[in-house]
């Protein structure tokens, strides 16, 4: 038998409640499935209005007291908002980064072919220093990169995994320099102290590309959003899951909702919905990925 006081009972029948959402869904229990996709109801009160101003809302729940929080360095590492794609990730960044009015810096990475036997010599002539520098890929920073003091950072290079300084940490800019970028680990057991960013040469490891390339850039990314697949392992206060267009790979809806540690901290804002009802979205789950386990 368990004492409660007051509504301890209800509190405790809606963590039961939104913990089996959360399972149906990374099962593929949670609607009707077919081919490994199923349409899933989001709860009204989880669900952000697809209205004029659903994505400001959006923002407004995650980032709530942004402008006054810039200098809080706990308030970043609490919370986040998640999309399917780079892209979107990219565009969801740009527009919050307008939103601060701090002092700025924009690098310019420097880009080139590798030489190496794959890299043909007509290559060498066709693929020009601009075709490099549009190039966007995973895992790698953009060619420019803007950078404002205040906002978070996502490192996307190991540098001193013994001081935390480790693929996908999480920092916060204090102060923008011309070879090095200074700033506060978010996250992890070193969390606050003062680390400094260099440039480093990185190439992207991307197989669509028919030859290689090396960007000197400094490897840090905006983090204001993250793409779902990045966010795997994090557990956060606040999330706000972006979907211009639903999710597409095995698991990635369950990855994106269960990343709060709580019903309260979770809002779903859903754009372009297609032939799905307006407070539904995709799962993909294939059953037959847990029958091989």
Not at 161 to 166: A, E, K, P, V, Y
Request: charged content about 20%.
């Amino acid at each position: 038998m368990r004492l409660t006081v007051g509504g301890m009972v209800e509190v405790d029948d809606d963590i039961k409640a939104f913990a089996d959402w959360l399972i149906q869904i990374g099962n593929g229990l949670a609607g009707d499935s077919t081919d490994g996709e199923s349409e899933v109801v989001i709860p009204k009160d989880i669900l952000i209005d697809d209205t004029d101003d659903g994505f400001q809302n959006l923002v407004t729940f995650v980032y709530t007291g942004l402008l006054m929080n810039l200098d809080n360095i706990n308030y970043f590492k609490e919370r986040t908002i998640l999309a399917p794609t780079l892209e979107v990730v990219h565009e969801v960044n740009n527009t919050i980064m307008e939103f601060i009015n701090s002092d700025e810096k924009v690098y310019l990475s420097s880009d080139s072919l590798c030489a190496e036997e794959g890299n043909m010599e007509y290559e060498l002539d066709a693929i020009t220093t601009d075709v490099l520098n549009s190039i966007n890929c995973s895992g790698l920073p953009n060619h420019q990169l803007k950078l404002k003091i205040g906002v978070p950072v996502m490192l996307l290079r190991n540098i001193d995994q013994s001081n935390g300084l480790c693929n996908g940490t999480r920092l916060q800019v204090r102060r923008l320099g011309n070879h090095v970028i200074e700033c506060n680990i978010l996250t992890g057991d070193k969390c606050g102290e003062v680390v400094l960013i260099p440039r480093m040469n990185m190439a992207p490891n991307n197989e669509t590309l028919p030859f290689r390339f090396q960007r000197r850039q400094f490897p840090l990314v905006v983090s204001f959003a993250m793409t779902i697949n990045k966010s795997q392992g994090q557990t956060l206060s606040k999330v706000g899951l972006y979907l211009p267009r639903p999710v597409f790979t095995h698991g990635q809806l369950y990855v994106a909702l269960s990343r709060v540690k709580s019903r309260e901290g979770l809002r779903v804002l859903i754009k372009n919905n297609g032939s799905l009802s307006d407070d539904s979205t995709l799962n993909v789950v294939y059953r037959e990925v847990f029958q091989n386990l």
